[in-house]
């Protein structure tokens, strides 16, 4: 395939990219099969992030193209307000088979970002109807992430996702990050320091009034400030405080749904049913944009109380249960199961824990963690220009190494597809070993 020409480059504006730097040198990707990407020249390139942490099954895989090429052909759109489709049932009721007790309502998106804005929108919404209207305010976590939305911005704890929108976003309180270097470091899987933190909570209600609270939203696993597994007991307080409360316990499973914790939903691996778990990524295996929010059968029949005629949500999208991204979801799920990746993804993780963990020692790392099919990788920092030296990491094993991965300020993120071989997982970890100790 041709290059792509500077004046082919200028119109996309790329997302969290720098992209003067991109344009000068790019990263173009043109194909991709199971565990692998192509570069215009026809090189493999490991894929160690699953895309985005979104390609759970594998690229391209033959079911699930078969699915969105025979919805393209037999019904392209369908509108799911007021009318449906029968591919959308059919992806609600196999996504919620999927998550623990009563979450048995699924209310479509189209990302990750939409689903965090439609959870804390029921979640208000849901008080209101009840006759406590008072709950408005949402607590996040500082380094959470929830997306770019603005509830997902407010909720949000990654300061330089909020500092130019700020004065767009709506009061939320941030519980602390759960990371501690000094007593978790080279943590395996959850750290034993730190579930205490939990009770940082009772404080914020003893500040703002529990009548005034609507939801708590956390990843149960951070994943995009650096892989932030849970401390043991932490998610448990959590629903412990909120159920004493009267609050809603929102759970943001983008990243760990779908097996990157060799489970359904990492509610199920941890023991602790949310009201609501967001998903998105892993739903359709990255192939069709879908998200959306899996509510508790109360929430939903709250909302049940109105006329035939009225409208009992006041929320949704265009796109919310496109056939094709419908199509997609119902075809993953199934190979998911026919494979049974997510007891792959589980099998496969001790294998990957001491593979990630063997890189201590090497030049330049901080710190690792891991938990499930996902690791994080702190590299000591470039004096002076914070990012730079996992920048530099990244693009190294891009055109050197042909592996790609995903990098977090000076993290560098493990979470490859859960189809991975044991020798996928070498490669990747010996060749980021290779580039650090060249780098040093």
Known sequence: MTALSTNQLEAFWLPFTPNTEFKRNPRIITGAEGMYYRDQAGRKILDSSAGLWCSNAGHCRAPIVKAIQETAATLDFAPNFQFGHPKAFEAAAKIAALAPGNLNHVFFAN???????????????????????????????????????????????????????????FPASHLPATYNRAEQAFSKGQPVWGGHLADELEKIITLHDASTIAAVIVEPMAGSTGVLPPPKGYLEKLRTITEQHGILLIFDEVITGFGR????????????????????????????????????????????????HAIDMFHGYTYSGHPLAAAAACATIDLYRDEGLFERSAALEPYFEQAVHSLRGTPLVQDIRNIGLAAAIDLEPVTGAPGKRAFDVMKTMFFDKDVVIRIAGDCVAFSPPLIAEQSHIDEMTGKLAEVLKAAA
């Open 111 to 169: 990302s990750g970002s939409e689903a965090a804005d439609t959870a804390v929108k029921i979640a208000v919404a849901w008080h209101r109807a009840r006759g406590e209207g008072t709950r408005t305010r949402i607590v996040g976590r500082e380094r959470a992430y929830h997306g770019v939305g603005m509830a997902g911005i407010s909720a949000g704890g990654i300061g330089t996702n909020r500092r130019w929108f700020d004065a767009l976003t």
């Open 261 to 308: 914790l060799g489970a359904g939903f990492a509610a199920e691996r941890f023991g602790v049913t949310p009201d609501i778990i967001t998903f998105a990524k892993g739903v359709t295996s990255g192939t069709v944009p879908m998200g959306g929010a899996i509510v508790d059968r109360r929430i939903y029949e709250q909302f049940m109380t109105g006329p035939d």
